[in-house]
């Protein structure tokens, strides 16, 4: 037998037995269509018959993630109003590739706080968030690449939402590396800081099984919204950015690309 049937048999022996009957309907319509992520669509696919299968991520306990021995720069309060009302900011919403450096440090601290900030409580306790979320697992995490931010060293950071705060994994400058990672588009290294939007899959999995992979990039379609309608009410310019070699974007975050796994760039600056 060849590696690939041996992996495959293990495979179906760690699958429930209604799942297997998915991944076959998957593979057929696969075949017939030529695409392999028919299979993952049938298998996530939810009926009265099917809840999708089980998975077993590792244990995330927390809402976000954090990084204790980091040193944390608290970000300033996040604009409240802009004179831009939100109606507006849905219709002038254009993806926008010029930017001018440098951005200050309160517009970056905006754009994260719009993009995935805390906003509440639940009832049971945990946060609420500007984006919905699946479960409010909230799986979003957001990273910052900055190379031109007024009173922000040059370096990757994480965005700790509970503190509205930065935490620096790296000083130096990443624009260009960033830029090659999204195959070299241009306005990626030009932009004075990049948001790096991922998802912590392990959240979402610990209770949607098969179906989480569809539920964290919906979540982070609506944390990448807030961000182009909040670029766009501070006079801003992004664009979301999908293209890029996920596991170089994994190296430079330190992440798995497994359990958590890089989902859009933002590259963020102010207008020509
Ligand atoms: C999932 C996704 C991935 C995208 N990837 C890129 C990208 O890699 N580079 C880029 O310049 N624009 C990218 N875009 C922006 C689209 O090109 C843009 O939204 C589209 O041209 C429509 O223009 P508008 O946003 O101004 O309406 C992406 C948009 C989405 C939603």
């Keep these: ?36 992520a028919m299979v993952y669509h049938r298998l996530s696919e939810l009926d009265t018959n099917y809840y ?3 998975l077993r991520p590792p244990d995330v306990e ?8 980091k040193p944390r720069i608290p970000l300033p309060p996040p604009v409240k109003a802009s004179g831009v009302d939100a109606l507006e900011a849905i219709t002038r919403r254009r ?5 001018v450096s440098p951005i200050g440090l309160r517009e970056l601290g905006s754009i994260l706080y719009y993009a995935v900030g805390v906003t509440g409580r639940a009832w049971w306790g945990g946060p609420k968030r500007t984006y919905p979320s699946a479960g409010a697992l909230q799986p979003v995490e957001a990273y910052v690449s900055a190379s031109h931010v007024e009173g922000l060293g040059p370096g990757l950071y994480h965005y ?11 000083k130096g400058n ?11 588009q241009e306005h990626v290294g030009e932009a004075p800081a990049v948001v790096i939007l991922t998802a912590v899959y392990a959240r979402t999995a610990s209770k949607y099984g098969y179906r989480s992979y569809r539920y964290i990039h919906w979540d982070t379609g609506f944390a990448g919204e807030n961000i182009y309608l909040a670029a766009e009410a501070l006079g801003l310019a992004t664009v979301a950015v999908g293209a890029f070699y996920d ?17 859009l760039l933002f590259p963020i600056g102010r207008r020509p």
């Design 52 to 54: 999708g299968g089980d």
């Design 62 to 69: 927390e809402y976000y993630k954090s990084y204790p021995g």
């Design 95 to 99: 993806s926008r590739r010029s930017y």
């Design 174 to 184: 990443y624009s260009r590396t960033l830029e090659r990672i999204a195959l070299d």
């Design 160 to 170: 700790h939402p509970p503190t509205h705060s930065l935490e620096t994994l790296k």
């Design 247 to 263: 596991r170089q974007l994994c190296r430079l975050l330190d992440i798995d690309c497994t359990w958590e796994i890089p989902m």
């Design 1 to 36: 037998m060849g590696a690939l049937e041996s992996l495959f048999r293990k495979l179906l022996s760690v699958m429930p037995y209604q799942a297997r009957e998915r991944l076959e309907l998957g593979l057929e319509d696969a075949l017939a269509t030529g695409d392999p």
